[in-house]
C-alpha cells in the first residue's frame, strides 16, 4: 500500500482548478458539433413519419408521395433560396447549417386545401439523414404560392406570391427541383 501526502497551498489547489479547467474545456471543444438529431428533430425516415408529420398540421395527402427526387443543398444561397430559408425559420427549420448536403425531396398532393382552387396543392418536405430539414405547400399552377405547413384560413381566393413570401411559381419550381437553383 502508498501512502502519499502533501501539503496543500494555494498554489497547488490553483493549479489543480486550472488543469481541470483546462481538461473540461478539451472535452467540450472535441464534441462533436454538426449534431442535427436535437431534442427538436423531427424523424422523416420513412413514409409514415412524415405523412404523420403533415398530418399535425392538419393536412390529408397522399398515401404515397407522387414525387421522390434527389437534390442538393447550394453552397451559397441566392435570392430565392434566402426567401425559402426565411419561410424554413418560421417553421423551426434552418438550411443554412446544410449548405453543401444531399438529401430527398418527397412530394405528397394535399386533398383538403382550404381555399377554393381547381389548382393541384402539394405538400413538399426536404429530408437530410433521416431527418425533415424542411417542409412547404405550394401549387405550381398559373398563380401558383408557397407557404409553411400551417394551414390557412378558407378565403375567397388562394394565395399568391405577396402572401407567400415572394416566393413566384417560378421559383417554386427552381428551388425545388435537383440541384437547386
Not at 93 to 114: C, E, H, Q, V, W
Not at 126 to 131: F, L, N, R, S
Not at 146 to 153: F, I, T, V
Request: hydrophobic letters at 35%; a negative charge.
Amino acid at each position: 500500500m502508498f501512502i502519499f501526502s502533501t501539503k496543500l497551498t494555494k498554489t497547488k489547489i490553483l493549479t489543480v482548478a486550472l488543469v481541470s479547467a483546462c481538461l473540461v474545456l478539451l472535452l467540450l471543444i472535441s464534441l462533436p458539433t454538426g449534431i442535427s438529431a436535437s431534442k427538436d428533430a423531427v424523424k422523416g425516415e420513412t413514409n409514415e413519419e412524415r405523412i404523420t408529420y403533415l398530418q399535425t398540421f392538419g393536412w390529408q395527402v397522399s398515401a404515397d408521395p407522387v414525387e421522390v427526387v434527389s437534390i442538393t443543398i447550394p453552397e451559397e444561397f441566392d435570392t430565392t433560396y434566402n426567401e425559402y430559408n426565411a419561410l424554413q425559420l418560421t417553421q423551426g427549420f434552418d438550411l443554412s447549417g446544410y449548405k453543401g448536403d444531399a438529401g430527398t425531396r418527397y412530394t405528397y398532393t394535399i386533398s383538403n386545401y382550404p381555399n377554393e382552387t381547381s389548382a393541384q396543392v402539394l405538400a413538399n418536405i426536404i429530408v437530410i439523414d433521416d431527418q425533415i430539414v424542411a417542409a412547404d405547400v405550394s401549387s405550381v399552377s398559373a398563380g401558383g404560392f408557397m407557404h409553411s405547413l400551417q394551414m390557412p384560413e378558407k378565403s375567397s381566393g388562394t394565395l399568391d406570391s405577396e402572401t407567400s413570401g415572394g416566393i413566384s411559381k417560378e421559383e417554386i419550381i427552381e428551388t425545388l427541383s435537383p440541384g437547386g437553383k
